[in-house]
């Protein structure tokens, strides 16, 4: 059991605007404890409130495992409401509220809660071998931090209906083939691959991409009218902005743009 405290999370800030986040329980393989949920919820909010972030990767320090889920050591000594907090549901993350674009970059198993961690970022890079599953009804649960709404929105539903009822997991060349991972590379081609995503996002306008990704993750959720109202709010803040500015600028004098997410 890690000390009360302990850092079970690591953030680094690095100078392209691309934050990494990494799990760092390797020992259970990153099961998510109240320390590691508290700590995640803390970098979420950290990076949201740093304007010189721009797209974030979630990763892990075990090669083995992206994270298990739920640290069931916690669960039996009755401390399972550790594993969530107020603001960001499981892990601290899965309901949290986010403006920039996030990243999970997956080596080894991602399974129950660590599966709805994958689901709660926006793009996933992942391992050939890495694996993902919901085992939950296999033990009389339910994926309830996301997984068993989320998996239908990001493949086919009844591949997805397949998945929650039998529980088994899938690699990630299936898991590639089936359009839930962006990227499948050999496993130790994932941090990179992650980072050159994560670059090829901070090149463009930052406030543009988190206007866009809000609309966009809301799509599935609103009808048209609501979303095109959406738009045209997020093109009026847009608008107020030096990057608005910017972009049309620079394409007018061949340049390339200098954004600085204000």
């Not at 085992?135 to 649960?141: A, F, H």
């Not at 998996?151 to 086919?156: M, Q, S, V, W």
Request: glycine fraction near 8%; aromatic fraction near 4%; charge should be negative.
């Amino acid at each position: 059991m890690d000390v009360s405290g302990a850092a079970v999370v690591k953030v680094e800030r690095r100078d392209d605007h691309v934050a990494v986040v990494t799990l760092d329980r390797p020992q259970v393989r990153n099961a998510i404890n109240g320390d590691m949920a508290r700590q995640l919820e803390a970098a979420v909010e950290g990076l949201e409130a740093d304007d010189d972030v721009w797209v974030v990767i979630l990763t892990s320090s075990s090669p083995k495992a992206f994270c298990a889920g739920a640290d069931l050591a916690e669960i039996a000594a009755g401390r399972a409401g550790d594993l969530s907090t107020e603001r960001g549901g499981f892990a601290g993350l899965t309901r949290h509220l986010r403006r920039k674009p996030w990243i999970a970059a997956v080596r080894g198993a991602a399974f129950a809660g660590g599966f709805e961690l994958c689901l709660a970022c926006d793009l996933i890079v992942a391992a050939e071998d890495a694996r993902f599953g919901l085992p939950e009804t296999k033990r009389s649960l339910v994926a309830a931090a996301g997984g068993v709404h989320r998996l239908p929105r990001r493949i086919p539903p009844n591949l997805a209906f397949e998945l929650i009822a039998t529980g088994d997991p899938i690699d990630g060349r299936r898991a590639a083939d089936l359009g839930l991972v962006n990227r499948c590379v050999a496993d130790s081609e994932v941090e990179a691959e992650a980072l050159r995503l994560a670059l090829a996002i901070a090149a463009n306008a930052p406030l543009a991409v988190r206007e866009s990704l809000v609309i966009a993750r809301a799509y599935i959720e609103a009808t048209d009218p609501a979303l095109l109202h959406r738009a045209a709010e997020a093109t009026a803040r847009l608008a107020h902005t030096q990057d608005y500015i910017e972009g049309p600028r620079a394409f007018l004098e061949k340049r390339s743009p200098q954004w600085t997410g204000r």
